[in-house]
């Protein structure tokens, strides 16, 4: 609903900016900038009244666990027994030097990530899955030691954002969620992980924000917990960029799982993210084939392992499971005493009432809106009309919008036809007008039926291939030539040979300042073909002749000033 609401605030703007008068009730856009008003009316009490439903839901479902929701924007962390601060956990534990222990964002903290090759926020863009000038700037600072980039503005404040409203996230996780999710749960404060190369130095380090436990020794953890504050939307999907770094932090705590919570300042979102040891040992294997050797060498390209990964990282970021959306919290003193409250059978049954009516209005106010009917109509084949004679009817109709897929209108012309048939109206061929055109060039598949469409679909392919590759695609052809000869009269004659001395010479776009770089017009009239298939040779003598294959890489080495994109792409066009 937000994002449906920030488009039709756009569109009321910009009809506005349009209308040209300083009254846009008197402007010719008044009636849709009207229309826009009611619908953004509509949409606000609909969100008003998923607030409430949400929040009434979450009571309930708490009262069920035994648990106190705050029904409060303000949680006070401080009163609150099952909130754990690093001050609290160290006093109790036994090993008081455990890395975990360490408050995140202190001196020995920093000592300790100053010291790792890469870390769990680092891992992501450190093995090249954010480019290439990403992995090299990192292994500048990790091994040549070079300076850290400076980051803008804009991502400084970003970074300021999440760091401060980080705790705001933690009194909704607490005050929100476990009671909803997670009852019987504590959540803790944690500093990080530490895991050493073979030499004994620390290569990865891992600082989770904290973790979900049922007591306060760190044997009892079950959940790690990772939180991000955007500055813009709550994430509705796991973004792809953060999976290394939850992976990471649940191989640290060695746990099953971990809550990724997306925080602003109305609503929150929860994702549970399963562990994948494959796909996290895969990352990190790149990591230390990359930093952890004997003379680390800056890569200059990046390996098909890393593409490989990212086409992982993209799947498994799917699968996320995703819980839903709370009422946002911040840290303060409460000023709504929550207790436990006691819910009967009837305000459930009218609380799931008012669920179904609200779906229902989000239905219509998202639904798209009809812009033209479709009607099939069975008439003759001379699509006759009288006044007086009933010579054609209507047999289905719909209502569509702005735009229908072409595999969805076969269903339905296929669904009408086999109706009539089973009617036993026959119907011996379709007519349409142009938009539904593909019903009949291409097939369920997508296929194209017609050689037009055919030439079509390899043009649009062609047209969308750099000139780099198109040249490079026949610089390949014919490495290794070859001539089928045929012996005739005591003499042998070429009958097949798919190889060319010059590469055939292309109208020039632009001057040449080079007068070595001109082409050459000594052509071959042997045929060109693409591979090394010939003709049926039981008969005949395949022959590879190196003496005539004359270095063709060397005169070639000019081709990219000769062709203009237009030129190779036709050339490629004809060849497929």
Known sequence: MDKLKTKKEYAKDKLIERSGTENWRSGKYCYAISSIIGLLYDINKVKGKCETIIRDICKIISAINGCKYIDDIMVDLNSLEAYKSLETLTDLAT??????????????????????????????????????????????????????KQFSEKVKDAMKHGVENEINAVATLFGKVIPVLFPGMIFCEEGCVISSDDSGNTFCVVSPDGSLRQDTSLLSTRMAVEIKCPTTDIHFQLPPRYLLQCLSQIEAL???????????ETLTSIFKVERNINLYNNAMEIARSIYDTSNPKRPNTLCSSVKTLKDEIERASKDACFFGCFPSAKVGKATVRSAFEVHTVHEISVLLNSLVDLHSQIHEIKREKATEAVVFICADLNRSWNKNLSLSSPVAWFTKGYSLETKKMREIAEEVHNRCHESGIHIPCQSFDGQLHNLVVRD?????????????????????????????????????????????????????????????PLKRNKILTSEKATPSNNLSDREITQGDECADNNTEDIVNDPEQDFGRDKEDSHLDEHISNEDAKCLLAMLK
């Open 444 to 504: 369920s598949e997508n296929n194209p039926l017609t050689t037009l469409q055919l030439q079509k679909d390899a043009w649009r392919e062609v047209e969308q291939t750099k000139k780099t590759e198109v040249v490079s695609k026949f610089r390949g052809m014919n490495k290794k030539p070859k001539w089928i000869y045929h012996n005739e009269n005591g003499s042998k004659v070429v009958v097949v040979s798919n190889y060319i001395r010059n590469f055939p």
């Open 254 to 264: 060695n746990v099953n799982s971990l809550i990724y919570l997306s925080w602003t």
């Open 95 to 148: 090993e008081k030097d455990d890395p975990r222990l360490i408050k995140q964002r202190s001196t020995a903290w920093f000592d300790i990530r100053s010291k790792a090759k890469v870390t769990g926020s680092t891992l992501y863009h450190s093995i090249g899955q954010d480019g290439l000038k990403n992995l090299k700037e990192h292994f500048e600072q990790v091994i040549c030691g070079a300076p850290e």
